[in-house]
């Protein structure tokens, strides 16, 4: 048997893409909230306002640079239309898909806390009863499942307020108003949740600087003040959980891909070592407790100054992260020669075309070996025990004349990826913990805000344009997976 008894099988949200309910019971504005839709081929805007009254909106892409015009505040503006608003309604509907989970059989769910829905702008003392009961009907219909819940404190859900009134991560009050929540939330659900993670995607900071911090510029000084800020922030919550409940555990969670260099010329390989760093220097910092040289000597030649103290440094040594968590959706490709690679496009963040693996209509490569790759990095280089919490695949799935979604595309790819990580387990001795498919009911996509890009076992009916009737219908994806958990991942 390749996989532990208590393997944690399960699927993956974030309240943002999933919770839809965006101005009940108190909540605030998240960043996410005054972000449109998009497309493959059109970026979803940040919407704003300035205060003379004038608005616009300003394309956000992954990889690229983002900056508001001067004097623009993120806001909600009249004719857009905003996919995070009802998302696919978990808010309305957790009992029926917790039933859902539970009939597939998932040993845990991981969702995000929307943060303005405890906090509505951020800095408040007092939270909002109101979004903090909202999440216990959550945790405890997963108890009485028997649904272990893996929490992410914030998954691009940064309050608005904390954007518009503080600048974002780069401020180090954030840390202060972070370790509020953080306590509020380890308080509360002490019992109830053991297993929590800090910043979805932390290296978003680099790649994707508003979603990631919140911040509206991205220089490379606001992103590494940012990125200093998350990593005190993710110390202290950790600290706070070994105080308040000795069973929390506590995990750090990157975006990761491997990459491959597209020829042997050993300028291919320096490219790929560089990506690999800025890759992974998040969790070298979470995980090893201190700055690695590289990133030092970087920030030595741009002219980047920290605001660090000599306790910041001490919290980062004492209070590194439990486990490592990541996301992988496939691989890279990396090269000096781009004329000679040709197409670009694999994940949409500076790579080129593997020749060798199909792509989804989004351009993502699909790569039955990529967590095998990923597991053995992550584990040779830091020795902690590892969760794989965003894997899947996005397709425009069809509901067929007979109500159903034979997603046999799906199917494959899960049946290679999870083939790809047992074989971590059993050839190479990786220490995994659970495995949780992202987007496990249909979902707002991140990227594009389309509802088209699909990833779940579970299809809802709602389009890209808000219309729908939010039915939940089990695609053939659901049967399959409850097979492979009830056989403990032997029955692929
Ligand atoms: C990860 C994010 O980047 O990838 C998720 O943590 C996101 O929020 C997922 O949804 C898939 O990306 P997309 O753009 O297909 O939704």
């Given at each position: 048997m390749a996989f532990k008894k208590d393997f944690l099988w399960g699927g993956a949200t974030a309240a943002n893409q999933?919770?839809?309910?965006?101005?009940?019971?108190g909540k605030g504005l998240n960043a996410i909230d005054v972000l449109t839709n998009g497309s493959a081929t059109e970026p979803r805007k940040v919407t704003w306002v300035r205060s003379d009254g004038t608005t616009g909106a300003t394309p956000l892409e992954w990889g690229s640079d983002f900056e508001l015009p001067a004097g623009a505040r993120p806001a909600l503006v009249d004719g857009y239309y905003y996919p995070?608003?009802?998302?696919?309604?978990f808010y309305h509907h957790y009992e029926e898909d917790l039933k859902l989970m539970a009939e597939m059989g998932f040993k845990c769910y991981r969702l995000s806390l929307n943060w303005s829905r405890i906090f509505p702008n951020g800095?408040?003392?007092?939270?909002n009863e109101a979004g903090l009961a909202f999440y216990d009907k959550i945790f405890d219909l997963c108890q009485q499942y028997g649904i272990e819940p893996l929490v992410t404190l914030s998954h691009y859900e940064t309050p608005l307020g904390l954007i518009n009134?503080?600048?974002?991560?780069?401020?180090?009050?954030l840390i202060k108003f972070f370790e509020n929540y953080v306590r509020t939330v380890f308080t509360r659900y002490k019992g109830k949740v053991k297993y929590w993670l800090t910043f979805?995607?932390?290296n978003a900071v680099d790649l994707a600087p508003y979603m990631g911090?919140?911040?509206l510029d991205s220089s490379l000084q606001s992103r590494a003040q940012a990125a200093h800020d998350q990593f005190v922030a993710s110390a202290l919550a950790v600290k706070l959980a070994h105080e308040i409940d000795k069973k929390m555990q506590v995990g750090m969670m990157l975006a990761y891909q491997p990459v491959y260099p597209y020829t042997c010329d050993p300028a291919d390989q320096i490219k790929v070592m560089e990506y690999n760093q800025k890759m992974l220097f998040y969790a070298d910092v979470q995980a090893g407790g201190c700055y690695p040289n590289y990133k030092l000597k970087e920030y030595e030649r741009e002219g980047i100054t920290l605001d660090i103290s000599p306790e910041d440094h001490a919290l980062l040594k004492d209070y590194p992260v439990d486990f490592i968590s990541f996301s992988c959706y496939g691989s890279n490709v990396l090269t000096t020669h781009e004329k000679e690679a040709g197409d670009s496009g694999n994940l949409g963040i500076n790579g080129i075309k593997n020749p060798y693996l199909e792509t989804n209509a989004w351009g993502w490569a699909t790569d039955p070996d990529c967590l095998r790759l990923a597991l053995n990095v992550l584990w040779d280089r830091y020795h902690k025990p590892l969760w794989i919490v965003e894997n899947g695949l996005g397709w425009s799935d069809e509901l067929t004349s007979d109500g159903k979604v034979h997603d046999d595309y799906r199917i494959k790819y899960l049946k290679e990826n999870i083939q790809s990580m047992k074989d971590a387990v059993n050839l190479d001795g990786v220490e995994l913990l659970g495995y949780t498919m992202w987007g496990c009911i249909d979902l707002v996509s991140n990227?594009?805000?389309?509802?088209?890009?699909r990833y779940g076992f579970v299809y809802v009916?709602?389009?890209?344009?808000?219309?729908?009737?939010?039915k939940r219908i089990p695609k053939d994806s659901f049967y399959w997976y409850q097979k492979v958990i009830a056989s403990n991942g032997e029955d692929l």
């Open positions: 999933y919770e839809g309910g965006f101005a009940e019971d995070s608003h009802t998302a696919t309604d800095d408040e003392e007092t939270p009134d503080y600048g974002g991560w780069k401020n180090r009050k979805n995607e932390i911090a919140g911040l990227g594009t805000g389309e509802m088209k890009k009916e709602r389009d890209d344009f808000g219309k729908g009737s939010l």
